[in-house]
């Protein structure tokens, strides 16, 4: 059964203070994985897709990286608006009509 | 580009009442997707339609849930009759292909007293 899960489930830290948040996963053949920013409220916001092992995205202080077991969400410097939750997923391939898999989500809090 | 569209926002009812949901994808997504999620979870999918068929519906409690796609545009989810456990946010999400990135919509909060 594909499962993902997100580590730590919550997260604080000072502006500027860099950090990472893990996302470790289980798939029968990985077709995607995918990190999410959503605030309170609000939907899921798409932010990144790996696609292979070894694969690196960045989006201004993010960097996403994928190794065959986890993905890394990296923050570099955060600021205030940074805070919310970060959701992973991933998308299997064989017999995968598409779906999306969640883990629980890492809430972050960035203070001044 | 509009995004995703849903109506209502929030939605309060009594238990064993009916209640609808409406989305409205992104222009020219063929796939929709209904998700669940309940407070501190990630979202659950319900219901995924590519056009206006059903794709995988394998995790929608089908003696109260109920979803459908008209013309393959917009989709309606009901549930009829609600439970406590229903509280919940109902998202709608919309992509160009199965395995494309999907788009949220910004969810319809329910609670069921």
């Known amino acids: 059964e594909d499962q993902v899960t997100q580590s730590p489930e919550a997260l604080r830290l000072q502006e500027g203070e860099s950090s990472s948040l893990n996302c470790s996963y289980t798939v029968s053949g990985l077709r995607g994985l995918f990190w999410y920013r959503q605030d309170p409220g609000k939907g899921p916001e798409f932010l990144f897709t790996?696609?292979?092992a070894g694969e690196e995205k960045e989006k201004e202080r993010l960097k996403a990286t994928l190794t065959k077991k986890e993905s890394f969400l990296h923050i570099t410097a955060p600021k205030p608006e940074d805070s919310a939750t970060y959701l992973c997923a991933v998308q299997g391939g064989a017999g995968n009509t598409g779906k999306l898999i969640f883990g629980q989500g890492t809430t972050l809090q960035v203070k001044p | 580009e509009a995004g995703v569209a849903q109506s209502p926002r929030y939605k309060i009812i009594e238990k064993r009442q009916s209640v609808a949901f409406w989305c409205n994808p992104i222009?020219?997504?063929?796939?929709l997707y209904w998700y669940q999620q309940i407070l501190g979870q990630g979202p659950k999918l319900l219901i995924q339609f590519q056009n206006n068929g059903v794709v995988d519906d394998s995790q929608l409690p089908k003696d109260r849930f109920s979803a459908e796609r008209l013309k393959g545009v917009d989709s309606t989810l009901k549930i009829q009759p609600a439970k406590l456990e229903d509280s919940a946010v109902y998202l709608c999400?919309?992509?160009?292909?199965?395995?494309?990135?999907?788009?949220f919509g910004p969810g319809t909060r329910l609670l069921v007293l």
């Open positions: 999400a919309s992509s160009d292909s199965s395995y494309g990135t999907q788009y």
């Open positions: 222009s020219g997504h063929a796939t």
């Open positions: 790996l696609y292979s």
